[in-house]
T-cell receptor, first 112, second 114 residues
Framework: GEDVEQSLFLSVREGDSSVINCTYTDSSSTYLYWYKQEPGAGLQLLTYIFSNMDMKQDQRLTVLLNKKDKHLSLRIADTQTGDSAIYFCAETTSGGYNKLIFGAGTRLAVHP | DTEVTQTPKHLVMGMTNKKSLKCEQHMGHRAMYWYKQKAKKPPELMFVYSYEKLSINESVPSRFSPECPNSSLLNLHLHALQPEDSALYLC?????????????FGPGTRLTVT
């Protein structure tokens, strides 16, 4: 079945790196996504990784994928107060219609 | 332009009212989606339209009625809602087809049913 799990809360100091973790169960997952949601706002697509890759870097963001353990992580370098938000991991599988399965979301709190 | 717009931003309605939520995108996407998000929960898929045809209905009650009048617009008609339907309603769009395409979300409509 499809299930995506994340830890619910992470607190980091400004300037440190943040690592948000996610596990998924569907071995046929094709794409894995990270979305950011600020309070009262919609979801912003941050980055995504195809399941045949093990790493993707985009400016301050690094996504690591361990397909054997079905583990995905998002590292944010030099975390800023503007990074405070909820981060959702999501997966889709092949077969059409692009159905996103979201994790519960990790609330990232950045403090001075 | 990767913008999906939604109106209204906020909506308060009584249980006997009829209202509509609107979503628009000009990215040439042919797949559009409605999601419902309760507080402190992830979004849950409600409907998917592909090439203006309803492709997925995730067993949503009939008091929610989607409509896709053209490739840029998506509506969600609301009638006889319940207080538990209060939530953030998110619209998204993507390219359509059998391949996987990233979805772009609008800011949402926060609905309160009294």
């Amino acid at each position: 079945g499809e299930d995506v799990e994340q830890s619910l809360f992470l607190s980091v100091r400004e300037g440190d790196s943040s690592v948000i973790n996610c596990t998924y169960t569907d071995s046929s997952s094709t794409y894995l996504y990270w979305y950011k949601q600020e309070p009262g706002a919609g979801l912003q697509l941050l980055t995504y990784i195809f399941s045949n890759m093990d790493m993707k870097q985009d400016q301050r963001l690094t996504v690591l994928l361990n397909k054997k353990d079905k583990h995905l992580s998002l590292r944010i370098a030099d975390t800023q107060t503007g990074d405070s938000a909820i981060y959702f991991c999501a997966e889709t599988t092949s077969g059409g219609y692009n159905k996103l399965i979201f994790g519960a979301g990790t609330r990232l709190a950045v403090h001075p | 332009d990767t913008e999906v717009t939604q109106t209204p931003k906020h909506l308060v309605m009584g249980m006997t009212n009829k209202k509509s939520l609107k979503c628009e995108q000009h990215m040439g996407h042919r797949a559009m989606y409605w999601y419902k998000q309760k507080a402190k929960k992830p979004p849950e898929l409600m409907f998917v339209y592909s090439y203006e045809k309803l492709s997925i209905n995730e067993s949503v009650p009939s008091r929610f009625s989607p409509e896709c009048p053209n490739s840029s617009l998506l509506n969600l008609h609301l009638h006889a809602l319940q207080p538990e339907d209060s939530a953030l309603y998110l619209c998204a769009s993507s390219q359509a087809g059998q391949a996987i395409y990233e979805q772009y979300f609008g800011p949402g409509t926060r609905l309160t049913v009294t």
